[in-house]
């Protein structure tokens, strides 16, 4: 019983052919397709006003030389929050729960605003690593744990998303299987169960949402560092 609250989370296979691809191309299929006008009808007009509300938080901490990243960072943050929404519907499977995939998203960019930095200001972003006046005998040991802390930045970007994402689908299924559980034996216990795990889900969806902003958001604070 208890491995069955994890089958959640395996990558579905349909005739020994993984669909997480599939699984991270769907939401491209909820968006309008292009039109001659700007604004077609009330969903194009919500979500356009969703894209500037999303690309004007992110390019507020950055100057005009990272603005270039408007699109891609963007185009991230739409994936992102497609994906953890459409993960909570039944009957589905969130790519963003497992790690390998946060990782791939992660990495690549964080080397990539680190490599920006490295190669317009050099100086400026190998300073980072030592803080202005610090004495000399903690040098090395502030330069060892700086560029730790660098490092890391990757890996805690991927598993932030991953814990947040997988423990609230643990949860919500471990509620919803004590309220079908409790139903025939004590419904009112489990009608109070279904409160909890209604108020949970709402949770959840705030979570999905807030876990996909603060992902972009990082990148972008990453982005400035480096800019």
Request: proline share 8%.
């Amino acid at each position: 019983m208890n491995l069955s609250f994890f089958d959640q989370f395996m990558s579905p296979c349909l005739l020994g052919i993984p669909l997480i691809p599939l699984s991270m191309l769907f939401p491209a299929l909820l968006l309008p397709a292009p039109n001659n006008r700007w604004i077609t009808n009330r969903l194009s007009t919500l979500q356009l006003w969703l894209f500037h509300m999303i690309t004007k938080q992110l390019m507020i901490p950055l100057n005009k030389n990272g603005h270039k990243w408007a699109l891609l960072l963007t185009s991230l943050m739409v994936l992102l929050l497609m994906i953890n929404l459409l993960g909570l519907l039944p009957y589905t499977f969130t790519p963003t729960t497992q790690l390998s995939m946060n990782m791939a998203l992660a990495f690549p960019l964080w080397l990539a605003t680190l490599l920006t930095g490295l190669r317009n200001q050099p100086s400026i972003s190998l300073g980072h690593l030592l803080p202005e006046g610090t004495p000399t005998p903690l040098i090395p040991a502030l330069i060892l744990i700086e560029t730790t802390s660098l490092l890391i930045r990757p890996l805690a970007l991927g598993v932030r998303l991953t814990a947040n994402l997988t423990a609230g689908h643990l949860l919500i299924q471990l509620i919803s299987t004590a309220t079908t559980t409790l139903l025939p034996i004590m419904p009112a216990i489990s009608i109070l169960t279904a409160m909890i795990l209604f108020l949970l889900t709402i949770l959840e969806v705030a979570v999905a949402m807030i876990q996909a902003y603060v992902f972009v958001l990082l990148l972008s604070l990453y982005l400035q560092e480096n800019i």
